[in-house]
């Protein structure tokens, strides 16, 4: 294996060749900049390629893409920009307060405005629904090759795009038609890792604090990842009790204080600072980041000569801080779902997988979960262990704490494994390079060939891919499901399909009840209102929609009404459906896929071919 000689301190490699490793440099136009531009840029290409059905159909993968637009099409039809609650979903109950956020609509409503005058309103929704996830995704791609660009080979910021677009978990989140905020968290994440790669000082810190707080305020979901990296800056500072380590921490966190307050009032107005949700960004946690950072202040101030005395006094800033958090809302310290009827917990949340533990995946999904953070765990400690330089020790043990922590959290709530891989791909990259370096010294043509392709397989996806075939060679309960290569039938999960959606606008509007995976759907392609959606706030008209389809059936009736509902949809393939009718033999959706309606609903006929079924809720009998 070769080694390179590389400066520690790699400068702008948005202007400079990257040396190979002969020492050869690359010609000057392929910088970091165009490198990750082309790159994401061809992927994007063939991923709208690939999806083309699916975007002319507007077919959407993910119900939270549906219930994104319909809230940046109420915001253009003039909801305020202050009120997030969603009334079209259980009216009976006044509407559902949503806990999503203005700043990821705010693109998507603007890129319509622009478009509007040039397409009309439902062109205008196409083309920014396809266009811009692929588009946040290159801002993505622009940040970990700049990000990353101080580590101790410099090439790494060169091929590091590659790594991201062979990271399958990642790039499904900027998939055209993904236009919910699962793409910003990744980026928010990327940009405070960057910020934590530069050298110490105020306005590294100030930054990594201000993408922090962009990240909360976008999901409440980031706050491990935002508590690692603060921690970290803590740790920092209480081993060397440096200036610049100081510095860095204190504007880490009075960015995340200031900035959480900031982007609240702005996203949510005043309503937003007095609130008190524990599942997104409230009054609970900016006093908890007011707190943090006024103990942290009082303590670097005070500067304690000894170790043990600034570790004491860092972690009583911690918990002081938790107190505050739970003690301005008790609710907080057992979790934003502790509040949902045990049938809504059974039926719908158990089998949302990315909020569940990695031990609840099949063992053949848990490979590509687990390989390209090992991968670049590995990568990162050998890195590590090269270095001469302290700073670039520094830089790697920023990137090694980073992914062990956000790997702890995958393992435990299976939606941050994008994260957890976004840490991991300087690791790869590294072991890339060094593997392809010993091919090249390789004099043999085909030993040299295959020891080429061997370097390949630090691909995440292409690593994760030869690790589960070979694994499946000798275990078959790590083998796929056969049927996860079969073509899934269009609208399987929905039969939303064109005559579905046209019967259904052809009904006066009304409120309807379907299961819960359909309800937002329905919110996108029609008028009507919905008793509940997959969305947990309306937790209450959740329970009463399971327990109609899955409950005693001498209670439906009641439970219908009680909604205001004067319609029943369903899809008769939709997995929620399925479990539905066979949770319970006599239940309501065993009944109506038999075909065995109780005598207080009729039959809507409608014309689709996907298997969507209507129901009318017959006037009650004096």
């Not at 109420?74 to 700043?103: C, K, T």
């Not at 709530?413 to 891989?421: I, K």
């Not at 209450?540 to 909604?563: C, H, Q, Y």
């Amino acid at each position: 294996m070769t080694d390179v000689a590389v400066p520690a301190a790699c400068g702008a490699l948005g202007d400079q060749p990257a040396p190979d490793a002969d020492g050869r440099t690359m010609p000057r136009w392929l910088t970091p900049i165009r490198i990750a531009l082309l790159i994401w840029g061809a992927m994007s290409l063939i991923a709208i390629i690939a999806n083309w059905p699916a975007i002319v159909a507007l077919d959407l993968g993910d119900t939270d893409d549906a219930m994104r637009m319909a809230q940046v099409r109420d915001l253009l039809a003039g909801q305020s920009w202050w009120d997030l609650s969603q009334y079209r979903v259980n009216p009976a109950g006044g509407g559902v307060l949503m806990h999503w956020s203005r700043i990821v609509d705010a693109p998507l409503a603007a890129g319509i405005l622009i478009l509007k005058p040039l397409f009309g309103q439902a062109m205008a929704e196409h083309i920014v629904m396809t266009l811009w996830p692929p588009l946040l995704g290159a801002v993505l791609s622009l940040a970990c090759a700049l990000g990353y660009r101080s580590l101790s080979d410099r090439r790494i910021a060169y091929i590091v795009p590659l790594f991201l677009i062979m990271s399958g978990f990642i790039v499904m989140q900027f998939r055209p038609l993904r236009v919910d905020h699962h793409g910003w968290q990744i980026l928010l994440a990327m940009l405070i890792m960057g910020q934590a790669l530069r050298p110490a000082s105020w306005r590294a810190g100030l930054w990594g604090g201000l993408f922090a707080a962009a990240l909360l305020a976008v999901s409440i979901e980031g706050l491990p990842i935002v508590a690692l990296f603060a921690g970290l800056a803590a740790l920092r500072w209480a081993l060397y009790a440096r200036d610049a380590d100081r510095d860095r921490l204190c504007g880490y966190l009075g960015a995340l204080a200031g900035g959480a307050i900031l982007l609240q009032f702005v996203t949510r107005g005043p309503l937003g600072l007095l609130g008190t949700w524990c599942d997104s960004l409230s009054a609970p946690y900016m006093a908890a980041f007011v707190v943090a950072s006024a103990a942290t202040f009082a303590v670097v101030r005070a500067n304690p000569a000894a170790l043990w005395v600034r570790l004491a006094l860092l972690g009583g800033a911690g918990l002081a801080a938790s107190a505050a958090l739970v003690g301005t809302e008790p609710q907080c310290a057992k979790g934003p779902f502790a509040a949902l009827d045990p049938v809504v917990v059974d039926f719908w949340y158990k089998n949302v997988l990315e909020g569940q533990p990695l031990w609840a995946s099949r063992g053949y999904d848990s490979i590509f979960v687990l390989v390209p953070s090992l991968v670049g765990l590995i990568g990162s400690v050998l890195a590590w262990r090269g270095c001469a330089g302290a700073d670039d020790r520094k830089a790697w043990t920023t990137v090694i704490v980073a992914l062990v922590g956000a790997t702890v959290i995958s393992l435990l709530v299976l939606r941050s494994v994008s994260t957890a891989h976004l840490f991991a791909l300087p690791g790869g990259a590294w072991l890339g390079l060094r593997a392809w370096d010993w091919a090249r010294t390789i004099q043999a043509t085909i030993p040299r060939v295959l020891a080429s392709a061997m370097a390949s397989l630090t691909l995440p996806l292409l690593g994760s891919i030869a690790v589960s075939a070979a694994l499946g060679v000798l275990f078959t309960d790590l083998r796929p499901d056969p049927g996860d290569d079969a073509a899934a039938a269009p609208f399987a999960g929905t039969c939303m399909d064109s005559a579905a959606v046209a019967a259904l606008n052809g009904l006066p509007p009304t409120t309807i009840l379907t299961p819960i995976d359909l309800g937002a759907p329905v919110i996108f392609w029609t008028r009507h209102r919905l008793v509940a959606t997959p969305h947990h706030r309306n937790k209450d008209a959740m329970a009463d929609t399971i327990r109609v389809f899955a409950g005693d059936p001498s209670r439906a009736e009641a439970l219908i009404r009680k909604n205001g509902a004067t319609l029943v949809v369903f899809c008769r393939t939709a997995n929620d459906f399925t479990q539905y009718r066979r949770a319970r033999k006599d239940a309501l959706a065993a009944q109506l896929y038999a075909g065995k309606a109780p005598i207080w609903l009729e039959p809507v006929p409608i014309a689709s071919r996907a298997g969507l079924s209507i129901w009318r809720v017959k006037p009650a009998t004096m």
